[in-house]
């Protein structure tokens, strides 16, 4: 791993926590808030991880897969805030597993099981990340690429080749059908090699981790406020 990477750098930081904050740790204040909100049936459903891709996001709650993910790079510089984000998290799970997307992220439902927990009900947070936001050329790399056109192009190609081709084959739903899916799943690796800030990864793998598959998941997370 390159020294220059932002784990590499944050070691020191990251060990620390990693030892105030064991995984028997995260699991007992999970396990804690859970009781106090009467949803210890979620417990079987909600997993968490540590997500070093993350770089201003201190914490997300994958709504859809019910997953909590941590930033150890901005937590291991602030520890302080490792209950109050767990706990945060949490409750976007709890809150979404109750009422569903109907309701907004802050809102008065959410805030109820903060207030329960005596935690804070800010949803941003004004933290230190020097060094850890993504470089600026990838920024650019994300404002060029649209994927939008791309879509309507791989969608319209079939199309047009059925207008043109033998009168056998212009009713040939299946050949269509399969195109626009494999178009389908061009776009979503293409969102995938762009968005390179969202897929989950191992702590400490800095390369490309997981494929994340484009709107597949629904998420609520804590951003920068400064």
């Known amino acids: 791993m390159s020294s220059d990477s932002p784990i590499e750098k944050e070691r020191r930081n990251i060990a620390e926590l990693l030892r105030d904050w064991p995984p028997t740790v995260v699991d007992a204040v999970i396990d804690e808030m859970l009781q106090l ?4 049936l979620l417990r079987e459903k909600i997993t968490w991880r540590w997500n070093a891709r993350l770089r201003t996001t201190i914490g997300r709650a994958m709504l859809d897969d019910m997953v909590l993910e941590l930033n150890p790079l901005l937590l291991g510089r602030n520890p302080e805030e490792m209950r109050g984000v767990v706990v945060h998290e949490l409750a976007h799970l709890v809150t979404t597993s109750r009422y569903g997307f109907r309701v907004p992220p802050h809102g008065n439902e959410w ?28 920024r ?10 791309f879509l ?9 080749s059925c207008a043109f081709a033998e009168p056998e084959c212009r009713d040939c739903e ?6 626009v899916e494999e178009y389908q799943v061009g ?14 990864a191992d702590l400490l793998n800095d390369g490309h981790g997981d494929s994340w598959c484009g709107d597949k998941y629904q998420f609520a997370q804590i951003q920068n406020g400064e």
């Open 37 to 40: 909100w009467q949803a210890e």
């Open 111 to 138: 805030k109820s099981l903060m207030r329960a927990a005596g935690e804070s009900t800010r949803a941003t947070h004004s933290l230190d990340v020097e060094g850890l936001r993504a470089k600026s050329a990838r």
């Open 140 to 149: 650019r790399r994300r404002r060029r690429v649209r994927v939008f056109p």
């Open 152 to 160: 309507m192009l791989c969608l319209f190609l079939p199309l047009m």
């Open 174 to 179: 299946d050949c269509m059908n399969r195109l």
């Open 187 to 200: 776009i979503l690796e293409l969102r995938g090699e762009v968005d390179m800030g969202y897929p989950g």
